[in-house]
């Protein structure tokens, strides 16, 4: 876990492509309309494509979600040039989770990602409709 806080506080204004983003993440971030960065995802972004394994906390709005998902397309896009036997087989196995804690952030979430992926010629499918289930059943 990497504390951002002392990164948030002295963050210079930087752009989408200082970030080390995929060519296909950077199209996608201009796409919504985001022409830079904001603090935490400056911070953040690096750090999580450093590591496949990412928490961040911080207040609603703050751009939490894009800080998440445009590091995962990238790694995405970057597997995608190196193929392997699994995607010969199954071409459209599962490749990442993200895990939201109510129906309500996973349709926000899936939504974000769903116009992300659009841009970046990726897949996205959300099960919020199962979980519903789920929890009715029991």
């Known amino acids: 876990l990497v504390n951002l806080k002392p990164t948030l506080d002295a963050a210079p204004e930087r752009s989408w492509s200082e970030l080390g983003l995929h060519d296909a993440a950077l199209r996608a971030a201009t796409s919504l309309g985001f022409p830079r960065p904001n603090a935490l995802q400056a911070a953040a972004i690096p750090a999580a494509l450093e590591s496949p394994r990412v928490l961040l ?25 190196i193929e392997s036997p699994d ?16 129906d309500e952030l996973v349709c926000q979430v899936a939504g974000v990602a ?12 959300a099960f919020e409709a199962l979980l519903r289930q789920a929890r009715l059943a029991h």
Request: glycine share 4%.
């Open 57 to 81: 906390a911080a207040e609603t709005g703050a751009g939490k979600t894009l800080a998440i998902l445009l590091p995962l397309i990238s790694r995405l896009k970057a597997e995608e040039s």
């Open 114 to 125: 769903k116009r992300l992926a659009h841009v970046a010629k990726l897949r996205v499918d």
């Open 87 to 102: 995607t010969r087989l199954n071409p459209m196995p599962v490749r990442a989770v993200v895990l939201e804690p109510s």
